[in-house]
């Protein structure tokens, strides 16, 4: 059987057994049992399949039995773990793929032989570091260092891939994971082993660690890595985790800990963050740093010509290299880059995707390694005296531990010269940083767990965009991520704070069906409902185009705030778009009662009277408007065009003339005035304003004859005859047609 065919008979028996047909699921497993040649495996289906025919009996003759539930739910576990066991007894022997390539590889290895050889090399690592630095043996000490982190990938490999977890290897992960004599990284690395093997198999045994890994721990890496493998796994599995009887205790005793309800809803923010992260390289790549480095050259020519130093250190302290950098647009776009990084957006995938070509992440276990100092990479890059770069390393504020390798791995192979710049700058770069954090002392306890989440999301982001193999896992983190109603857990990840968080992210990142989904459910599970949620759902509504949906929600809103001037002016756009400019000009006065001789008011309510037909009442609107806004003079086209409309072609003639002659007219304008001249019969002008607009457009001759035919009916009501105006378009093209 191809693996193509153990797949889809795989997703067949699981789709059985998830629609309730269980005798045709058992049915099918005896087909990959044969197969499978599997006789344990065999004689475990045989069992299933006895319990199953016993509760039908049973059940047909109408015996009552409390506990068949549970038999139920045990039999539909049993079912499902058998299906992956015959699939890796099928694949496992001919399969290129890495998780049965470390299962042979490691197949004759106890974990416990790999977690006692772990600790013995770290005693030769503790003894070799023990001894005065002076005397201390570097070479021996980096050759025990990579022994380690071979032992911790062994110990790595070896988790992950076995399937499903022997009772004996749960005591053993939970032990490391708990002991405080392993280092950190090895413990979050083991957390991480598990969340591994979940992405490839469902495994129980290995979702109970997790759970417990969190509620054990009192050490905040551990404990976050270990909620988001939870999440991830619960919503990757819902169906099977759904049909656990054994899972309920070990979630009590997680949801016990104090900082669970919190941790939950930031680490859901974070998962679902990451649908923000295309949108926010796209902005890095081709908006900012495009901008950035354009300006660049003309900045430092700039600096040059006034014979000063282009030293980015002094721009900040002299007020007129600062205006240079507002007048080329700099300063705005490093605004916005900071603001993005503040936020928690993941603004330098772009940059380190290309980074991860490196062999050290062809290992697997490397992708989810935390940084730390002591690790080979580190200690081959900077050594022992170039304190500087390492600590600029290990306190950037904005790179997760990914890149935070990718940076050392690049350092170790740039120039010594590029090297000694660095360091010159780098000690600078490092006060910086403590005065940032000294700045923010009595926020970093609060602050320290979200950072923790953010840096460990964006390594799951990396493994599962960038990771060569990335396709032989499941896509946990996806653009679908949805954790509402999660079995279990819905009372937290259903809260509303947690709901009103998630649909914040979306409205504010324009991810507006989304956002409607989850202002929805608020909506449904709100006792008494907020009505700046009504508000925001109208919002969210109006930008899908939704524009009925929006008018409803608003109009909610609206009884709690009938003087909200935001949501009347978005009530009377939404009448306008609806082609309903009698209920807009109603907004629109509203609004004037409000807050009256308002420029952007006034001008609305001019275009709502004009697409009503009260041309001279929107003239009167218009000319209120100009006087209002006696700088910008953003009524000046309307005027114009309603005296068009009005026959008062020189007062017509006078605005489009005021508006090309301040250097500001469009091609639209020019065809403006050029209808107005076609109506007073200057038909060469009228011409002349026609060729203009057409070099405006790039000589697109049938952009300009759409553009005047569109006014087709304007000019009919003038008096022109439609042949007189394609003649008109005819001469005005001749040439360029």
Known sequence: MTAQEIQKNRDAITADIADQRLAQAIARLEQLAALAADAPLRERLEQVKVSYDLMLRYLSRGVLDPQRGDVLGHIVGELSTLTDSLVIALEEKDSPEVFYARRRELKDVDLSALIERYRTERGKLRLLRSVDETVRDRAAILQVT?????????????????YPTPTGDSQLISHFIADDDVPQHARCLMVMALLVGLMKFYDEPKLILLIDAYAASDCPDVQLRAIISVLLTMNSYRHRVEQSRALQPHIDAMTECPTFADDIAMVIYRLIGTRNTDRVTRQVTQDIMPDIIKASPDLINKLRSRQQPADPDELEANPEWQRMLEDNGVAA????????????????????????????????SNWFLPYHSGHSVVQETFGDDDHLLRDMVARAPYMCNSDRFSFCLTLHSIPESQRQMMRSQSA??????????????????SQQRDTIATRCVQDLYRFF????????????????????????????????????????????NEFDQEAVSYFTRLLHTQQSTDPIVLQKL???????GNTRDAIKYYKCYELANDSDLWTLRHIASCYRSLHKPDKAIDYYRRIDQIKPNQVANTLNMGHALLESGSIEQALQCYYKADLLDDTRHRAWRPIAWCSFLLASDERSLDYYNRIIDSGTGTATDHINRGHVHLCAGRIADAIADYRHALTLTDNNAATLRESILDDLPHLQARGLSEQDVRLVIDASTLNNS
């Open 333 to 364: 776009k490093m605004e916005q880059f900071s603001q993005l990084q503040q936020e928690g957006n993941d603004v330098f995938i772009s940059t380190f995707s290309r980074l991860k070509s490196y062999p050290f992440f062809r290992t697997l």
């Open 538 to 544: 109208g919002f969210a509504h109006e930008r899908l």
């Open 465 to 508: 965009k960038l990771f060569s193999r990335r396709r032989e896992f499941l896509a946990a983190i996806d653009t679908a991520i949805d954790f509402t109603a999660l079995p279990y857990l819905s009372a937290y990840t259903d809260a509303r704070e947690t709901l009103l968080v998630i649909a914040e992210f979306y409205l504010k």
């Open 146 to 162: 990579k022994s380690c982190e071979q032992c911790e990938t062994n110990i790595f490999n070896k988790v992950w891939s076995t």
């Open 428 to 445: 600078q770069h490092i006060e910086q940083l403590d005065e940032m954090r000294a700045d923010r002392v009595v926020e970093r306890n």
